[in-house]
């Protein structure tokens, strides 16, 4: 018997040194896991290539890791970041376990016999604890994993309802640009004229500060500016040579008769569009048509459209006049700057230059 306790001591002793060894590499393992946690969440360039950091975690079989590879979405350094924090709460676990254990034996080590009821308690507690723990895992599991699904369910319900969306809005900005279409061939004005004055006004729109839906909304609003000249009688818009008083005064209409059109029509789309087509030719200095609304009278969204309008025009072909250089076309913009146009779209106009030249460059005519 004593012979068996004193092997039972030195076995015991043996487990506390490695006991002791464990609780410092698991320690420093948990403060390098903290450490990757952390810089992927403040500083992940420097974590280096985010895939072979990742695999070291994927190996970890646990409920966190596995909740991070199934979100597959998310970006790399939170994954990362929760694959190390999993990492640290495991290893944080498995330290606790062997310090009770390391405990117990330390204990049977001093004590007279190994075999006291005391050692008996303790190790029952040490495996009520491991119970508690693989229990408490499988909980937080289980309610994670709910959670994890509930946000399924409702990502799946939203994308359904965002893709009935998105078929409206393609068959409004379908119909829309068909309308658009008509007017063009309608008044003569051949050519890409409304797509180019629609970019034109997105890009005018954000360079004002629009943000990307309220510059879309103008972009596809704008295409509808003249839609009222589907009114006017087409020997008055064909006219090859120049128009009476009477004339021009009928042309004039077509902003009147566009508000008109667009009048009981729904939606934010359309309300943007009613504005521009009855606004497009007034001038801040007063002088434009049909109401001869004055500065702020005018909305932000008529002024833009009337410079992307008066600027495609003058640089396209009509059947009375040639295409005009764009240099001379741009100076005629910025000198009518506070009188013909908006100072702030004008000085707009010039910032974004280089992008509006592009755009009438990538949607030139096929002639
Ligand atoms: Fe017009
Ligand atoms: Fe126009």
Redesign the pocket.
């Given at each position: 018997m004593e012979e068996t306790k004193s092997h039972i001591r030195k076995l015991g002793n043996y487990v506390r040194w490695l006991v002791i060894v464990a609780e410092i590499v698991l320690i420093g393992v948990i403060i390098l896991a903290l450490i990757a946690a952390g810089y992927a969440l403040f500083k992940p360039d420097l974590l280096g290539d985010a895939n072979d950091i990742w695999e070291i975690f994927e190996e970890e079989n646990s409920v966190l890791v596995n909740i991070a590879i199934a979100m597959e979405n998310i970006p790399d350094n939170i994954r990362i970041m929760l694959g190390a924090l999993a990492w640290a709460l495991s290893m944080l676990g498995v330290l606790f376990v062997i310090h009770k254990i390391g405990k117990i034996f330390a204990e049977m080590v001093r004590s007279e016999s190994p075999f006291t009821d005391q050692v008996a308690r303790d190790l029952k507690k040490a495996s009520d604890g491991i119970l508690l723990l693989a229990l408490v895992n499988v909980l937080l599991g289980l309610v994670l994993f709910l959670f994890v699904r509930l946000f399924a369910y409702l990502f799946e319900y939203g994308a359904a309802i965002q893709k009935r969306a998105d078929e409206t809005n393609r068959i409004q900005e379908e119909m829309i640009l068909s309308f658009a279409e008509i007017t063009e061939n309608k008044s003569g004005?051949t050519g890409k004229?409304v797509k180019r004055?629609a970019e034109y006004s997105r890009i005018l729109a954000t360079e004002l500060g629009m943000d990307a839906v309220e510059a879309d909304r103008l972009r596809l609003a704008s295409t509808m500016?003249?839609i009222g000249k589907l009114l006017v009688p087409s020997e008055i818009l064909d006219k090859p040579a120049k128009l009476t008083d009477e004339e021009f005064a009928e042309i004039k209409k077509h902003t009147t008769y566009g508000g008109k059109l667009l009048n009981n029509v729904e939606g934010e789309v359309m309300k943007v569009a009613r504005t521009v087509a009855l606004e497009h030719h007034e001038r801040p200095d007063g002088r434009g048509y049909p109401e001869g609304k004055q500065q702020e009278a005018i909305s932000i969204e008529g002024k833009i459209v009337a410079v992307a309008?008066v600027y495609?025009?003058l640089t396209s072909r009509r059947s009375y006049k040639d295409a005009w250089d764009d240099t001379k076309a741009y100076e005629e913009i910025v000198k009518g700057k506070g009188t013909q146009f908006d100072a702030a779209v004008v000085e707009a106009f010039e910032r974004a230059y280089p992008k509006i030249n592009e755009a009438r460059l990538s949607l030139q005519d096929a002639n």
């Open positions: 004005q004229h004055v500016h003249d309008d495609d025009a």
